[in-house]
């Protein structure tokens, strides 16, 4: 992210600057009892109460109508809200200058609006003016911009909205917003009006942009397909109100209600089962043995618990997966004072937050029969069986039949 | 009486042939090329006075006829009825209305008439603009100050300038009616022709005022497309 913040910035007043390096972090919005009714008295916002966390990629989604917009344009004030508040890092954003949060924040939208009388450069440069930045800092920072979606400057930074393509006019409409290098980013069906090609690119350049940049993202969208491709985590909304704030593995695996699984539409039979996250479907609740346990005990517990292994952890560190197949390898018969701590322990691990795709890749790799999981600080918090596989992929494909046969879990 | 007089103009007029006319017309410009001179220079008044107030005063007016609907609906309103009155009965009113005769009710009636296509073509120039246009340049934190000034003033500007062209080519027929009232200008020769019943004189005032409205016309046409921002040409 450094490499995107030119150096000094501001130039304008000291204030603009103290505000500047005040915020050097992600940003979190959180909306507080929410409520927003037009003049004509249509609720078009009822009691919002949601967190988007510091550099999430927030997808807000429902049918035409729902609030979505509306609750967008109440983040940067365009819109303001009947009742409650919304929070930006904790503070109100009615104690703010409307000018101010603004400038603070990226803003992109559905018919682009790049100002046809503007060049390129200028347009990526709008806020930067406000602010007051100097001639050489904007150059500087349009040309670092240019290059962050491989438009080349020289070719681009004079050429004027009317001679770029829809693509590129988004593209640079995308650039305009980030131009201060903003903490939060309202994007309201900014890929909208694009042909699917270059929307799928869009996409793409958009992940990769949030992986280098990591901004609080607030997205706004009617496409399931688009909100499930880019969200960390979905918000439906339906008359004003939230139906679901979810993953988009569980929106997709767990609708809350019919409207969800309908809005979800065919889309949910589209997702390979591969494509779940390990943490949705790993097996929890571990059964659990010291490394001086004998292995006898293993035995016993394996049987009652009629599982296939047990984690070894020693004062809350994991030391190994303790599977049957190894467990065997011990020869109880002839030497049933071992230790589970003897037996050649499974050390192969997964990230939590990986797909099964690499977990099951990761299984045949090694040729081990379990994975421990770990969870991003390195903390024991389930595994993946060979056994359960099937199970697993069952419970992806057809969701409704597998209720019937529910796992038999620990 | 000025029916009559016209109609025995055009009697008379009818009875010669054009080409007589033209000839006693090229004789006439150059034995009164000193009156010729000084009626065109008060005729170009006639117009800049009123046309150069009209500007400082419908532009102003017009944008605030954008941000308040109390100046809206009065002004726009008052345009449009304004431009229905005819000419020729706006600078007659000027008498009763109390300015008198001579050049000053012909500048007041003058600029009247001048303000409407101004005023009508701001208002429509501004309120024009993409309202996503406006809705961006709110979001990225313009205040309304500097999305008049960045936004709305560059992309209506040559609306604007459109109103200030018809507006000035309106004017350069109209102020010839203003002789009628004392004011002056190459329509003097015209009521003096048509009272004479001399249609040489009719064409000394006629022929400069057409040419003097083609010109203004051509050269306020190629400034309104040196104003056009480059990057809406196509």
Known sequence: ?????????????SND??????????????????????????VAVDGLNLTVEHG???????????????????????????????????????DMRNVDLRRNMGYVIQEIALFPHMTVAQNICVVPDLLGWSKKQKE?????????????????????????????????????????????????????????????????????????????????????????????????????????????????????????????????RLMSPLDVLVREVMLEDLPTLRPDASAMDALRLM??????????????????????????????????????????????????????????????????????????RGKLVGAISRGWLPDILAKEMWPKEAAGYEMEES | MFAHTLVSALTLTANRTFGESMMRFFNLVVTRQADLRIALYEHMLLVLIPVGIAICIAIPLGILATRYRAVEIPAIGLANVGQTIPSLALIALMIPLGFGIGRRPAYIALLI?????????????ITSVDSSLKRAARG????????????????????????????TVIIIGT?????????????????????????????????????????????????EEWVTPRGLKV
């Open chain 1, 1 to 13: 992210m450094g490499a995107l913040v030119p150096e000094f910035p501001h130039c304008g007043d």
């Open chain 1, 17 to 42: 600057k103290h505000e500047y390096m005040e915020r050097k972090g992600v940003s979190v919005v959180v909306f507080e009892d929410v409520r927003k009714v037009y003049d004509d008295e249509t």
């Open chain 1, 56 to 94: 999430e990629f927030m997808v807000f989604i429902g049918p035409s109508g729902c609030g979505k917009t509306t609750t967008l344009q109440m983040i940067n004030r365009l819109k303001e809200p009947t009742s409650g508040r919304i929070l930006i890092d904790g503070k109100d954003t009615k």
């Open chain 1, 140 to 268: 500087t920072r349009t040309r670092e911009l240019l290059e962050l979606v491989s438009l080349d400057p020289d070719i681009y930074m004079d050429r004027f909205p009317r001679e770029l393509s829809g693509g590129q006019q988004q593209r640079i409409g995308v650039l305009r917003a980030l131009a201060v290098d903003p903490d939060v980013l309202l994007m309201d069906e900014p890929f909208g009006g694009l042909d699917p090609l270059t929307r799928d690119q869009l996409h793409e350049e958009l992940k990769a942009l949030q992986d280098k940049v990591q901004k609080t993202i607030i997205f706004v969208t009617h496409d399931m397909d688009e909100a499930l491709k880019l969200a960390d985590r979905v918000t439906l909304m339906r008359d004003g109100k939230l139906v679901q704030v979810d993953s988009p593995e569980e929106i997709l695996r767990n609708p809350n209600d019919e409207f969800v699984a309908d809005f979800i539409g065919s889309e949910r």
């Open chain 1, 303 to 376: 049987q009652e618990k009629n599982t296939d292994y047990i984690a070894i952890t020693e004062d809350e560190t994991f030391v190994g997966m303790l599977s049957a197949h190894r467990l065997q390898e011990l020869r109880l018969e002839e030497d049933p004072d071992s230790r589970v701590g003897d037996a050649d322990l499974v050390t192969v691990t997964v990230d939590s937050r990986q797909t099964m795709m690499e977990a099951v890749h990761r299984l045949a790799e090694t040729e081990e029969h379990v994975l421990a999981v770990m969870n991003r």
């Open chain 2, 113 to 125: 008439y001048a303000i409407l296509p101004i005023l009508r073509n701001t208002f429509t120039g």
């Open chain 2, 140 to 167: 990225m934190g313009m205040t309304d100050l500097q999305m008049l000034w960045k936004v709305e003033l560059p992309l209506s500007f040559p609306v604007i300038m459109a109103g200030i062209r018809t507006s």
């Open chain 2, 175 to 223: 102020a010839v009616l203003a002789a009628y009232i004392g004011g002056g200008g190459l329509g003097a020769f015209i009521v003096t022709g048509l009272g004479l019943v001399r249609d040489d004189l009719i064409l000394l005032g006629a022929v400069p005022s057409a040419i003097l409205a083609i010109i203004a016309d051509f050269v306020l046409g190629r400034l």
